[in-house]
């Protein structure tokens, strides 16, 4: 297959457009106004003494610089972005729509909750929608990503022990080695230690080693299943069981929930928390970065009895509850025992209209289609590419993965020097985007692959197929490779040298500055 | 058949089974543990409507639900308070619906991505421009968390023991909640200093007694405050938090940095504040852009949460090309040792963000915050010649948001509130309940996007109400 990518020699925007131009006429004031209003009295201490150093662009400069930059990147559309562990689906146009609607866009936070009973009907519905479809009572849709939702979690872990007075004995969260970093990361910000405990061969968790490691100072666990590996943990409901004997709380990491839906759920498998992906399972686009929406669900069992606290009452963030006898949607502000807020206002609202959209279009039965499919294509592709030389499949390598499927590139990596790094460039070259390379931790030369439900039989042939050649071209030829990718944009990117105090160059002032002599090395 | 799953004909599915060499779709599940399963109907689940929609079905639902909201135009809501009725130009909207952007993950491949990490550079650097600062990273989620983490940030700066924070008193009181649920596990203690109640503006004396335990990691002001005046001792607070060893944080609407002087020149050593202005529109509280800015010192940057896109050149050392930089700061390297657990951000937001800010361009900012200036003041004035009414409460200068006091008028502002509505018009954010000492107040947002007709039709409202 032939793949060229778009290559516009395409300048800083700081090099282009013409003093004097504008992309956006700024009305003029009413002469009424001015005159009523007199001359504008800007404090002279922080009045702005130059304007800010900014290109000078008409509007369609503007469009064309931009549009030539979208033609040098990548997304699902473009075709398949198999990166493991960040679901990349196909994000359905109708609900691009809707999220997009400029009647939500000009709802303000703060608006009178008479004014928007419809978006809180909306919002109400997707609670309830995902309350169901992890098994819990209670959902926040607060949180603005999965590392939020995770930072939610920890931090309501820490609420749970400290309501019950035994936080200075809770110290401790326990996360296995296959996990992801902002695991541990969110861990740390509750202010835990982090115990880290290893995977069995078999890639489940190492039962011997989480007994080792729980103790009175067990504040919880948090775990993602199916595992990174793409692995279902088999031993969850004794992990569960050993966790809640010290009083600890589970906490599910939802980045992996598009392998189990319809079969099993976070709740009913021993999680007390659950956080969920709406940019991953279901449908919002990743936006190059962001925004995404991180919900988090959480079972409602009773934290103090005497004072009638339960866990729901310590997520944070407005949650769109309903009265019944007066018909009306309104929100609950975090109560007293609340973690409280995590961001100024309610939540994402554009991707969890994505994702209201998504499970509207699919019903219970196109979820569990979802994840269905999700789990065939990985077979499938586990299938076509098992066995191929060069290649390894560690961990289980007999058992089914779910959303998953982790290869390594070890084999070849040792024998004639091609990393997984050259193979994700040589997929580049063919017009696919790489997997997720050297991540689980615990697989040397890793390359995790995610097609999720979206990728079609003839395009996992095709990746497979590729993967195949780029074998048989590293042990021929082993420096070709190196010299990957051709077909992109730009040839392989000095990352090392972004990174040297003395190039480093976050911005176009300080390329600027450095040229005028006027900003040293980054010390 | 799912239009949005290819493979889920029968024929195509039978066939990939029979290729991994199972009879059933269930089989490939048989691992999870009998007591973990999903046992009830789950068909009979409340998820969606019980069962898939076409699009057509999906509209006319939707529909219905979008025909209960009131979108507020014609005037725009004069709400303001950290979101703000600023208007979204078309090429924004226009550019982040390009598929290539929004469908793009996190740019873990540069050279397929170099596009979308051209335009994030240059978000970065028209903000750094527009702030002074010469490194921004690729977006926080929104003001209030941005703020929380530049705390934390700089109480990893200073030495240890430094565990105190001071911010106004007038702070927004959306912000926070949020700065508590981010610090207090790390043992950071928020404390507020005075205001001057004729001014607002931060009592310098209660900073200074404040600051001498010199066990403060950080001074953080708001400009313009949350209660719209501009902070106009701005660079002597920061003097004087240099003088005691504090770093200093200024919070920014950027809209503002037309007129008012950039943090950078101030001399804030860390910059946060809410890009939602700049052309993202409200969205009833998110997606917003969480602005996060530092000067060109080692120490500080180190510890700088988030993405930060960098210029560099291909391996061949010929082309000019971009790359993520400094990521042994990030979750993905440093785990439990990185500098924040952020992952997913606003990307797409800062991308609009670059949109907005190469609209502008060197003189539009200026012309649009003093136009906003006037129809702000404007406004301030006609509501101040009723009868009962005081606006602005304070005496300090104001940017966009002032304060509306009624207690002359002897009405709750909660009625006014609701006789505005009926003739569909969305007052202010009633205030009294985060400052009481200011009783029946009100704050009220007065954008470009109000013109004098709006700003004429409130002014007559309340006038008409208040029975004047």
Not at chain 1, 113 to 127: D, I, S
Not at chain 1, 408 to 417: G, K, L, Q, R, Y
Not at chain 2, 95 to 105: Q, V
Request: hydrophobic share 40%; glycine share 10%.
């Amino acid at each position: 297959m032939v793949f060229r990518q778009a290559k516009w020699e395409e300048p800083i925007i700081y090099e282009l457009g013409a003093p004097g131009r504008i992309g956006f006429l700024v009305p003029e004031v009413e002469e009424d106004i001015k005159k009523e209003v007199g001359e504008l009295k800007v404090p002279e201490k922080v009045a702005r003494t130059s304007p800010p150093e900014l290109p000078e662009l008409s509007e369609v400069e503007v469009v064309r610089h931009f549009v030539d930059l979208s033609q040098m990147a990548y997304g699902i559309d473009n075709g398949p972005v198999p990166l493991g562990s960040c679901t990349m689906k196909y994000n359905p146009k109708i609900a691009f729509e809707i999220a997009n609607d400029p009647r939500v866009m000009w709802l303000h936070p703060l608006q009178d909750e008479r004014t928007v009973q419809g978006l809180l009907e909306a919002l109400y519905m997707l609670q309830k929608w995902l309350a169901n479809i992890v098994g819990c009572d209670v959902c926040t849709l607060h949180p603005a990503a999965g590392a939020h939702g995770e930072l939610t979690g920890t931090l309501t872990i820490r609420k749970y022990h400290e309501v019950k007075g035994q936080l200075d004995k809770k110290t401790e969260i326990i996360i296995p080695d296959s996990a992801h970093g902002t695991n541990p990361a969110s861990a740390a910000m509750a202010g835990f230690k982090v115990v880290e405990i290893k995977s069995a061969p078999d890639g489940n968790v190492d039962m011997d080693a989480l007994r080792a490691a729980v103790s009175e100072h067990t504040a919880g666990l948090m775990l993602t299943n199916p595992s990174t590996l793409g692995l279902f943990e088999e031993h969850i409901l004794e992990i569960a069981e050993e966790i809640h004997k010290v009083d600890g709380l589970l906490y599910y990491d939802g980045a992996n929930l598009n392998g189990i839906m319809g079969y099993a759920r976070p709740g009913d498998m021993g999680f007390d928390i659950a956080h969920i992906n709406i940019h991953k399972t279901f449908g919002s686009p990743h936006g190059g970065g962001g925004p995404g929406a991180g919900p988090v669900c959480v079972k409602d069992r009773i934290v103090d009895p005497e004072r009638n606290i339960k866990l729901s009452d310590l997520l944070p963030g407005p949650i769109v509850m309903y009265d019944e006898k007066e018909d009306r949607y309104y929100l609950k502000w975090p109560g007293p025992y609340s973690i409280g807020m995590l961001k100024a206002f309610f939540g994402n609202v554009v991707p969890l209209l994505w994702g209201f959209t998504y499970i509207l279009g699919l019903g219970p039965q196109g979820i569990k289609e979802v994840t269905e499919q999700a789990v065939i294509n990985t077979n499938y592709f586990t299938k076509l590419l098992k066995g191929t030389r060069g290649y390894d499949l560690p961990y289980g390598p007999e058992r089914f993965r779910k959303h998953e499927v982790v290869f390594s590139a070890e084999p070849m990596a040792h024998e004639v020097d091609v990393t997984a790094e050259d193979v994700a460039k040589g997929l580049l070259d063919a017009g696919f985007y790489a997997p997720t390379i050297y991540f689980p931790l615990i697989v040397h030369e890793a390359l995790m692959i995610e097609f999720t439900d979206t990728e079609t039989k003839e395009n996992l042939e095709r990746y497979a197929a590729r993967m195949k050649e780029i074998a048989e071209i590293a042990y021929k030829n082993p420096k070709e490779p190196k010299t990957w990718p051709k077909n992109t944009a730009k040839g392989r990117i000095d990352t090392a040298k972004a990174s040297h105090p003395r190039h480093v160059t976050p911005t176009w002032r300080v390329y600027r500055l450095r040229k005028e002599g006027k900003l040293g090395a980054l010390k | 058949m799912y239009p949005w799953l290819p493979n889920s004909p029968e024929n195509i599915k039978k066939e990939m089974l029979k290729t991994i060499g199972v009879s059933s779709v269930e089989e490939l599940f048989k691992d999870i543990p009998e007591g973990a399963r999903f046992k009830g109907d789950w068909n009979k689940l409340e998820i969606g409507l019980g069962k898939p929609l076409s699009e057509i079905e999906i509209r006319k639902f939707v529909e219905k639900l979008f025909s209960k909201n009131k979108v507020f135009m014609n005037p725009p809501v004069f709400l303001g308070g950290g979101s703000w009725p600023h208007y979204v130009p078309a090429v924004v909207r226009y550019i982040t619906s390009r598929a290539e952007f929004y469908t793009a993950y996190t740019p873990y491949q540069p050279e397929i991505s170099q596009g979308l990490m051209q335009a994030l550079f240059e978000y970065q650097s028209m903000m750094a421009d527009l702030l002074e600062m010469e490194i921004v990273n690729s977006s926080m989620y929104d003001w209030a968390s941005a703020a929380a983490e530049s705390f934390l940030m700089a109480m990893r700066i200073q030495k240890k023991g430094k565990t105190r924070v001071l911010v106004p008193s007038t702070m927004n009181p959306y912000h926070e909640p949020v700065i508590k649920a981010y610090t207090e596990p790390k043992g950071l203690k928020i404390e507020k200093v005075k205001y001057d109640k004729e001014t607002g503006l931060m009592d310098l004396e209660d900073l200074k007694e404040k600051l001498s335990p010199k066990d403060v990691a950080a001074v953080y002001i708001e400009n313009p405050s949350f209660l719209g005046f501009i902070e106009e001792n701005a660079r002597a607070i920061g003097e004087i938090a240099h003088d005691y060893g504090a770093l200093f944080i200024i919070g920014v609407d950027p809209i503002s940095l037309g007129v008012l002087e950039a943090p950078g020149k101030l001399g804030a050593d860390i910059a946060v504040g809410e890009g939602q202005p700049l052309g993202l529109g409200m969205n009833f509280g998110g997606p917003y852009l969480g602005i996060f800015a530092a000067k060109w010192n080692m120490r500080i940057v180190r510890q700088m949460p988030g993405r930060i896109m960098g210029l560099t050149t291909t391996e061949d050392g010929k082309e000019l090309g971009f790359a993520m930089i400094l990521q042994t700061r990030e979750q993905h390297i440093r785990r439990e040792r990185a500098t924040s657990n952020i992952c997913t951000n606003e990307m797409l937001c800062a991308l609009g963000a670059a949109v907005y800010m190469a609209l502008l361009g060197k003189h539009g900012f200026k012309k649009l915050g003093e136009l906003i200036m006037y129809r702000s003041h404007y406004a301030a004035k006609k509501l101040n010649e009723i009868e009962g009414v005081k606006a602005p409460v304070f005496k300090s200068e104001f940017f966009k948001e002032f304060t509306v006091n009624f207690d002359g008028a002897g009405v709750k502002y909660e009625k006014i509130h609701d006789e505005l509505l009926k003739r569909d018009i969305h007052g202010g954010l009633y205030v009294g309940k985060w400052f009481p000492e200011l009783g029946e107040t009100a704050l009220f947002c007065v954008t470009e996007m109000h013109d004098k007709g709006d700003i004429d039709l409130l002014v007559s409202s309340i006038k008409e109400i208040l029975g004047k």
